[in-house]
């Protein structure tokens, strides 16, 4: 089992920053890949990004390649993403997500491809 707490939401105007984070606790000695999913009212649920659990690949959705970074600390069990230049359409609410791996160096970007979740964090961007 693996627990997933998100923080670092909140309300920005455009063109600023937010970094959220993500605490991972339980089983994670075992490795762990970690993505970041959104899901805005009335929308399905889609990938931000992925890092491997390495930390030595990672994966953007083309919306958000040059404006968001995904970066993990293994000795603290965090996943960490840096939002940049934020654009009202980025508004959601933000997921932590993560699955066991055997392999250290693959990310993943499905969401059905992750078995643990957090709670959420609410990212609001005024124009």
């Known amino acids: 089992q693996v627990h997933l707490v998100e923080s670092g939401g909140g309300l920005v105007q455009a063109g600023g920053s937010l970094r959220l984070s993500c605490a991972a606790s339980?089983?994670?000695?075992?490795?762990?890949?970690m993505g970041w999913f959104r899901q805005a009212p009335g929308k399905e649920r889609e990938v931000v990004a992925a890092?491997?659990?390495?930390?030595?690949?990672?994966y953007y959705t083309d919306s958000v390649k040059g404006r968001f970074t995904i970066s993990r600390d293994n000795a603290k069990n965090t996943v960490y993403l840096q939002m940049n230049t934020l654009k009202p359409e980025d508004t959601s609410v933000y997921y932590c997500?993560?699955?066991?791996?055997?392999?250290?160096?693959?990310?993943?970007?499905?969401?059905?491809?992750?078995?643990?979740w957090g709670q959420g964090t609410q990212v609001t961007v005024s124009s």
């Open positions: 890092i491997s659990w390495s930390g030595l690949d990672t």
């Open positions: 339980g089983q994670t000695s075992n490795n762990c890949a």
């Open positions: 997500a993560a699955r066991f791996t055997s392999v250290g160096r693959r990310y993943y970007s499905q969401t059905g491809e992750y078995r643990y």
